[in-house]
């Protein structure tokens, strides 16, 4: 399988306050998307993971899509 991500990906760090870019690694269902997909390392993967689940529990991002 391809990587989608086209964009950078050599970010130092994921933050939680900056939800436009944790967007892009979350699905149209509000899924975190796989590694396969994102093309980040593993503990990048996991930095993504732990941003993103902060910005959910802070309303900065939503649990589930509203489709």
């Known amino acids: 399988m391809a990587k989608i991500f086209k964009h950078r990906t ?3 760090f994921f933050d939680y306050k900056d939800f436009k ?6 699905n149209q269902y509000g899924q975190i998307e796989s590694r396969r997909k994102t093309g980040l390392t593993e ?3 996991r930095q993504l993971s732990k941003a993103i689940k902060r910005a ?3 309303a900065l991002l939503p649990f589930v899509s509203s489709n």
């Open 56 to 58: 959910r529990h802070l």
């Open 21 to 26: 870019t944790l967007q892009r690694y979350v």
């Open 43 to 45: 503990s990048k993967q």
């Open 10 to 12: 050599d970010i130092p």
